[in-house]
């Protein structure tokens, strides 16, 4: 079963930024996709970043222009930069990833506050 880990989050004031790393267990290459999502108290779960293995990279509008996923398959890790963060933006952040004729895979996560 694959692991992922999180890293990288913490406490920011409003505007400014933070990167988050997710190390796979396994290699990341072949996934079907690898992305993140968060969840914010009392709201559901929402996926907000993801990079198919065609190269392709979805963002929800919240975050279009202001976080980038990225990945370095060398090293199993998957990131999200973040830039500009609002207190909106306060939540858990989780990477998840599928392996093909698998469901997906959701780590720990790393929680992430934006003060006002």
């Known amino acids: 079963q694959v692991q992922l880990m999180e890293s990288g989050g913490g406490l920011v004031q409003a505007g400014g930024s933070l990167k988050l790393s997710c190390v796979s267990s396994?290699?990341?290459?072949?996934?079907?996709?690898m992305g993140w999502g968060r969840q914010a108290p009392g709201k559901a779960r929402e996926v907000v970043a993801i990079?198919?293995?065609?190269?392709?990279?979805t963002y929800a509008e919240s975050v279009k222009g202001r976080f980038t996923i990225s990945r370095d398959n060398a090293k199993n890790t998957v990131y999200l930069e973040m830039n500009s963060l609002k207190p909106e933006d306060t939540a858990v952040y989780y990477c998840?990833?599928?392996?093909?004729?698998?469901?997906?895979?959701w780590g720990q996560g790393t929680q992430v506050t934006v003060s006002s």
């Open positions: 396994t290699s990341i290459f072949n996934m079907n996709f």
């Open positions: 990079f198919r293995s065609d190269g392709t990279t």
């Open positions: 998840t990833g599928q392996e093909p004729g698998r469901g997906a895979y």
